[in-house]
């Protein structure tokens, strides 16, 4: 057997029933089998299904080896998708060349690929604008603008000022010399500009998408992605003016604006119209979702006709999908998991494959200035981005240190305005691969850099006291009550109708208390998170939506009630479960808040029995408790209000004192509710019976002084009880709690206890509910018999 004849390719197969028209040639699509012929098997390599399939398991099989070690040091997985593909190119594998010849002479081998490839980008693309914040795209303020201007301008101007430095030296068999600078200004162009999709994608997975920070990535990154829309049209517009004919370039660009017009005056009426139809609480109907998902290939095909970026149709359409469900959520449950776990892998693999290090290396001298070129933009950028952040936003140097990172990521996008690029030939083959190592590295140091210099704590540091102990006589009590479900609202109303007494003579010096009442809505049709106030500008459709409609009758219903000491405000937030955390802190953040009021998630029947446990509301509260710039108050309520009369009825309200920080804010709480003349507070203490040092422990000298005022303020009042009761070990804890809690409607409790008070090591052991802490942990239990609610307090934590 001659050399020749073992390089030659497979034999085409015979065409069958199934084939398929590319051009003027036919071609088959399925094989059949693998015994179709016993000398040469690898000839159902010659149908254009079984390629695929090998082309796309050999992907996969290099993503997930090289995912296997690159995850362990946290690289994302976007860089073992490009790192597959460096190892399938012609360095290594060199699956493309292998695939070009399969299916015919006349026909690249590798167009099925390609085909999927741009599927994926464009779904990708797509899916990237239907989860972009739009409030952070459209409602900019003046900071991102500044940063995005300079970031872009300046880094424009600079690299275009070195674009025909060194021209002379360039070898013409590299590229021709008229070709050289238009090499060089599509590496500016794109290091200038910062993609919304890709930095999108990047605050998504780096979960910074409910921060200040991440809000002013995306404004910035949405006016950059403006400014270089508008270069690139013009660019292209003045390209084929010159070079191809002006006839063209002018039709291109009318194309341009009826698709803009098109999306904005029909495509978006309509989508809103469909989410409008949709009646509260139902689907949207499949045959919407995928005339969505085909206007947005169909826009991308029809940019592709008329010479501009393909992906750029599906942004647009994504971009004009309504804010939140029932339609995004549809889309994203629909189609995220395919497009994310098999589509977008292979659109980043394929364009990967195409960098030819050898070549890159061989040509080492000719892109030598290319590489230096970049390396220059990439500091002017950081430069330009952090100096205004720095100076005319004034973020502290972390942050200024972070938006400048981000400003530099690079992601898929870019990987497509390289590829296009590289088929365009404004790209060599040689600079092509620079670009792609370049993202690479980008891709997998940026995103290190930036989890190690971001902390979401640290804008919640305690540094000033917010907590209801350390409040003024005059001062307002401002509180956060969120709801996650219609249960919660009667539970939080009953609650804040104790704190709230009409002003007297006895008490008008007290402050109002200004509740701020925030429903929180599981986050599943779009990355961002949305705070939507109440008020008479509120959406039509969002005041439609039955369970914000009896929550703001609710609470409003209770400021009419108690109008001369009450304020109330009302907020929807849209967010996911792992941030919610985080929207509830920022809200408190905002509104100074001394004590935030969040349920437990133990559910129980209208007759005060177990009914379950919501684990995303108990996951949501441990991290509240962690991460809260105030108190928090955990609220587990059985309806104690229940055959009650609403207006004159006594309601006994116990505090189990036993000596810390936390019971001490548990105390200050019930101070409040003691003015008011429903409310019959007792409070019990706890004590070991064993002799202290009280001279030397501060805390128990503090617990005293609180407990002296408590009884000083309420000396001559009648609806004021203090006891003390002597219990030695856990088991005459859990008995005494039992027993105190069957006299009682509500029960206020600290979450944490001094040591010095008592063991109560054995109890902490069998807790059910641990962020309610032992002593609320057993108000809380199933086996409780005593239908009493309990409130667990704990004061704000001091993490600085």
Known sequence: ?????????????????????????????????????????????????????????????????????????????????????????????????????RLSLDIPGNVALEGVARLGLVMFTFLMG??????????????????????FFVTMISGLAFRNFRLDKVDPLYMPLRLAPTERSVIVSIQAVTLLPVITHLVYELKMSNSELGRIAISTAAVSD???????????????????????????????????????????????????????????????????????????IYLSVFNQMYILGALLVGLAIPDGPPLGSALEARFESLVTNIFFPISIAVMAMKADVVRALYSFDDI?????????????????????????????????????????????????????????????????????????????????????????????????????????????LKILTCLHKPDNISGAISLLELLSSPLNNDNKDRGVIAVT????????????????????????RLLQNSYIQT????????????????????????SHENLMDQDICNL????????????????????????????MIRRVNESLL??????????????????????NSIINVGVIFIGGKDDREALSLAKWMGQNSRVCLTVIRFLSGQELDKSKNWDYLVDDEVLNDLKATYSLANNFNYMEKVVNGGPAVATTVRLVAEDHDLMIVGRDHEDYSLDLTGLAQWMELPELGVIGDLLASKDLRARVSVLVVQQQQQHG
């Open 226 to 300: 403006f400014l270089g829309f508008l270069t690139l049209v013009c660019i292209s517009y003045v390209g084929t003016y010159r070079y191809v004919s002006p006839g063209i370039a002018n039709r291109d660009i009318v194309a341009l604006i009826i698709l803009v017009l098109v999306i904005l005056f029909i495509f978006k009426p309509m989508a809103q119209r469909i989410v409008d139809m949709t009646p509260e609480g139902k689907p949207v109907p499949k045959v919407y979702l995928y005339v969505t998902i085909l206007t947005a290939i169909a826009a991308s």
């Open 368 to 476: 030598s200035f290319n590489i230096l070129l970049l390396g220059l933009t990439v500091v002017v950028k950081w430069t330009a981005s952090f100096v205004p952040c720095l100076i005319f936003c004034e973020l502290p140097t972390r942050e200024s240190v972070i938006i400048a990172t981000i400003m530099n990521y690079k992601g898929f996008v870019d990987l497509c305005f390289f590829d296009v690029a590289l088929r365009r030939r404004n790209l060599s083959r040689a600079t092509y691969t620079v670009m792609i190592i370049y993202v690479l590295l980008n891709a997998g140091i940026l995103p290190t850099i930036i989890k190690a210099l971001y902390d979401p704590k640290r804008k919640y540091i305690g540094y000033v006291k917010r907590d209801i102990m350390h409040l003024k006589t005059n001062s307002d």
């Open 1 to 101: 057997m001659t050399d020749s004849q073992v390089l030659a390719p497979a034999p085409s197969p015979p065409h069958s029933k199934a084939e398929i028209c590319y051009g003027a040639t036919f071609f088959n699509i399925s094989s059949y089998g693998i015994m179709e012929k016993y000398e040469t098997p690898t000839v159902i390599f010659g149908y254009a299904l079984p390629l695929l399939e090998l082309q796309i398991i050999l992907i996969f099989v290099c993503i997930v080896l090289s995912h296997t070690f690159l995850r362990r040091i946290g690289i994302p997985r976007f860089v073992s998708n490009i790192l597959a593909g460096l190892i399938l190119g012609p360095q290594l594998l060199d699956l493309l060349e292998y695939s070009s010849d």
């Open 130 to 151: 239907v989860k972009t914040n739009k409030r952070a795209v459209y409602q900019i303020g003046k900071r991102p603008i500044v940063i995005a201007v300079s970031s």
């Open 588 to 615: 408190a953040l905002d509104h100074l808040t001394s004590m935030i009021i969040v349920p437990s998630g133990r559910k129980w029947s209208p007759d005060g029995e177990y009914e379950s446990d919501d684990i």
């Open 517 to 540: 009442a925030l429903h929180l809505v599981k986050l599943a049709g779009r990355t961002f998170p949305i705070l939507i106030p109440h008020d008479k500008r509120s959406k039509p």
């Open 551 to 574: 929550m703001m009758l609710a609470f409003t219903e209770f400021q009419q009630e108690n109008w001369e000491s009450t304020t109330v405000s009302s907020f929807t937030a849209y």
């Open 626 to 647: 962690d991460l809260a710039p105030c108190s928090v108050g955990i609220l587990n309520y059985r309806g104690y209000n229940k055959g009650k009369k609403k207006t």
